[in-house]
């Protein structure tokens, strides 16, 4: 058996995160793929309460799971979002591996978190755990800066798909009624965000 693990913010979930989905599915065509909605403690922003990351995050599993084979699953994962701490991918990966103790693990990560993998708690656990598959950008800036784990501790997929939740919720800000803010993220998330108006300036 073969899990893939991606998680994130999901701040919201947009394209960019479908992408990786779609992209991970198809390299390492696994039996299930598990997004977990964290609470990244790498990240100085405060995030939107779990409760609205984790209903769009099912909302945007939903649309995933539409171009899915019958043989797919994709789960949203509460567990790290309800521990009421910040959240770390070990502990997951962990948890995945005395449930599935015979599955391969594969952890699914974005080139900025590799930047920072050695900040991560028990970096070189997750090693051990979890075979590690990175999104590259080529067109980032810093893309010759070197990384702080070898090349052979991962593998490297690239995708230069440039969207990021932060300015999706900075367009949603300025303009929360404009459809062109909500163009990057799956109609049932805007359809949420809209509902529930999150992202707007107070």
């Known amino acids: 058996m073969k899990i893939a693990l991606y998680g994130g913010s999901f701040d919201p979930p947009h394209y960019g995160h479908f992408a990786v989905a779609a992209l991970a599915r198809e390299f390492i ?4 793929l598990i997004l977990s909605v964290s609470q990244n403690p790498l990240k100085a922003v405060q995030a939107t309460p779990s409760r609205h990351r984790l209903e769009m995050t099912r909302r945007f599993a939903e649309d995933l799971a539409a171009t899915c084979t019958a043989a797919e699953q994709i789960e949203v994962s ?4 309800m521990q009421g701490t910040p959240s770390y991918t ?8 005395s449930i599935y103790p ?8 974005g080139e ?5 993998f050695d900040q991560w708690r028990s970096a070189d656990e997750i090693l051990n755990l979890a075979q590690l598959i990175v ?5 980032r800036t810093n893309a010759d800066a070197p990384y702080p784990i070898s090349s052979e501790q ?4 690239h995708l230069d798909f440039a969207v990021a939740a932060t300015g999706i919720r900075t ?13 990057f993220v799956p109609s049932p998330v805007a359809h949420y965000i809209q509902q529930h108006r999150l992202y707007r300036a107070t």
């Open 78 to 81: 509460d567990w790290e979002a």
């Open 90 to 97: 070990v502990d997951s990966l962990r948890r995945l591996k």
């Open 171 to 183: 367009a949603i800000a300025a303009a929360p009624d404009a459809p062109e803010s909500y163009r």
């Open 102 to 109: 015979q599955a391969m693990l594969y952890l699914c990560i």
């Open 29 to 32: 065509t696994p039996d299930k």
């Open 112 to 116: 900025d978190n590799l930047r920072v």
């Open 135 to 139: 999104f590259t950008r080529q067109s």
């Open 154 to 157: 991962f593998t490297r997929i």
